[in-house]
């Protein structure tokens, strides 16, 4: 997991501007601010870091770097994706101090848990 995490900020820093928002301190309270206000700029950054998550947990898992955290079904879209994260923050506030990219992996391993 932490290989993981570890890669994901290395994806996620893009230059200098983008490190305040999306850097190693990004947590599930911050994600939850981006994907609940009234600027589209915060709501789409949020998409995008959760979509990042998700692309950056396929590619881990293809090359058998991680386990398997959710099993993401055929058709999900991000703005579904999106809104799994936001209700499992509004349901659980005490995971809003979690790193956020764990976050989106509890949600998305809650929501859409792989056989076992």
Partial sequence: M???LALLLALCWTGPSQAQTFGAFFNGEQLYSYL???DD???IGAR???AGVVDLHVVM???YSAPRLFCRPGGLTRDRTREIV???LENRPESRQVFAAEVVARAL???YPCPK
Avoid: F, M, N, W
């Fill in 2 to 4: 932490t290989r993981l």
């Fill in 36 to 38: 609940t206000s009234d």
């Fill in 41 to 43: 700029s915060q709501r």
């Fill in 48 to 50: 995008g870091y959760i």
């Fill in 61 to 63: 898992v293809a090359s």
């Fill in 86 to 88: 936001k209700d499992y």
């Fill in 109 to 111: 391993g809650e929501a």
